[in-house]
T-cell receptor
Framework: KQEVTQIPAALSVPEGENLVLNCSFTDSAIYNLQWFRQDPGKGLTSLLLIQSSQREQTSGRLNASLDKSSGRSTLYIAASQPGDSATYLCAVRGDNFNKFYFGSGTKLNVKP | DVKVTQSSRYLVKRTGEKVFLECVQDMDHENMFWYRQDPGLGLRLIYFSYDVKMKEKGDIPEGYSVSREKKERFSLILESASTNQTSMYLC????????????FGPGTRLTVL
């Protein structure tokens, strides 16, 4: 069974810092990997989706990379802002095409 | 703008009650999902449906059932609510394509007393 792990569980940084969130998965047979953002008490919002054939995707200050062979993905956030404070989750879409496996998330706090 | 809506944001029920959580999507998606989210455990899949009247068990189906009579609507049923079912419940939908994301509803915070 696919297992997804995110490290660290929580991160606190000063505003303006560049930071990296990590996601690892145990089974490299994936269709895609997604990064989501979740604000307290709310649903998940998709940030970036990387297909299994791709190495990275970029959106604004966010860049996500995927190394399928090593079972790793990183989410890079440039010039962090207080509005980036949220929980970030990664999810892989597995070999059962309709199943998504989620990590427990990294709770990010960006201090003004 | 795509939208997934859930019938309630907050719900308080008593042990033994039958509970219905409803989810509606307006994107004509084939797939719909119910998750529960608990601190430290992340999102866990309860059930999903890939077509009308079709359903598959997820990782934690015990104590739950589902119904999908129309493509846009997916209901989660707690036959006899228990305190260990107190949680945040999230509904999502997606299409079949490999590039298609999951879209999530706002969640229902269920408390069972």
């Amino acid at each position: 069974k696919q297992e997804v792990t995110q490290i660290p569980a929580a991160l606190s940084v000063p505003e303006g810092e560049n930071l990296v969130l990590n996601c690892s998965f145990t089974d490299s047979a994936i269709y895609n990997l997604q990064w989501f953002r979740q604000d307290p008490g709310k649903g998940l919002t998709s940030l970036l989706l990387i297909q299994s054939s791709q190495r990275e995707q970029t959106s604004g200050r966010l860049n996500a990379s995927l190394d399928k062979s090593s079972g790793r993905s990183t989410l890079y956030i440039a010039a962090s802002q207080p509005g980036d404070s949220a929980t970030y989750l990664c999810a892989v879409r597995g070999d059962n095409f309709n199943k998504f496996y989620f990590g427990s998330g990294t709770k990010l706090n960006v201090k003004p | 703008d795509v939208k997934v809506t859930q019938s309630s944001r907050y719900l308080v029920k008593r042990t033994g009650e039958k509970v219905f959580l409803e989810c509606v999507q307006d994107m004509d998606h084939e797939n719909m999902f119910w998750y529960r989210q608990d601190p430290g455990l992340g999102l866990r899949l309860i059930y999903f449906s890939y077509d009308v009247k079709m359903k598959e068990k997820g990782d934690i189906p015990e104590g739950y059932s589902v119904s999908r009579e129309k493509k846009e609507r997916f209901s989660l049923i707690l036959e006899s609510a228990s305190t260990n079912q107190t949680s945040m419940y999230l509904c999502a939908s997606s299409s079949f394509g490999a590039t298609d994301t999951q879209y999530f509803g706002p969640g229902t915070r269920l408390t069972v007393l």
